[in-house]
């Protein structure tokens, strides 16, 4: 068992039972006041985010959480199947736990699987991923005055927006973080 001294932004802790991945961690003096931590974080496996206060010196339960580089193969009815790099083992994953990042998934891309004792965690996204566009409005020429948005869907079926010169076929960075377009990408 550890303190709340340990605190750290990424440390997974046990909180009521379920893991819990923290996001902030800040300790606060109120005048003459007890000392506590203000730490906000992620249930990981409702995906809900949790705020709570802790006391100074309070024991909290550390989880062990191995971080490890799978390749997503392809989708089997509802779960995500995924190769571990090193041994060739595959595993499948909740829809749940993949997230919205399965929007971004493409055969072959790497991501990064937290796991615990066995049980997946999370899905991590790489930062970027380069997607083909599938399918957009044609953009109005003439009209480069303005920095118009139109929508987009790209062959993993996310539906982004992308600036008006961006055509059908053309491939593009989108940042897996926000959702958004970064940059157009030649081939």
Do not use: W
């Not at 995924?82 to 399965?102: C, H, L, R, T, W």
């Not at 996310?158 to 377009?181: C, H, K, M, Q």
């Amino acid at each position: 068992m550890s303190t709340t001294a340990d605190l750290r932004r990424g440390a997974v802790i046990k909180f009521n039972n379920d893991p819990c991945l923290v996001l902030e961690s800040e300790h606060r003096t109120p005048g003459n006041l007890r000392a506590f931590y203000q730490v906000k974080m992620r249930n990981l496996r409702s995906g809900k985010l949790l705020e709570n206060r802790f006391r100074s010196g309070e024991s909290i339960d550390f989880l062990r959480v191995e971080k490890r580089v799978f390749q997503y193969l392809y989708k089997d009815g509802d779960s995500f199947v995924f190769m571990n790099n090193d041994d060739y083992e595959q595993i499948s994953v909740d829809p749940k736990i993949v997230g919205d990042v399965a929007k971004f998934l493409k055969e072959g891309v790497n991501v990064d699987i937290s796991t615990n004792e066995g049980e997946v965690m999370s899905v991590d996204a790489p930062a970027h991923v380069n997607l083909r566009v599938t399918h957009t409005e044609p953009g109005v020429r003439g009209d480069t005055v303005n920095n118009i948005m139109k929508p987009a869907t790209l062959e993993t079926g996310a539906a982004i927006t992308v600036p008006i010169f961006v055509n059908e076929g053309d491939l593009i960075r989108i940042d897996t973080a926000t959702g958004s377009y970064i940059e157009r990408v030649k081939a």
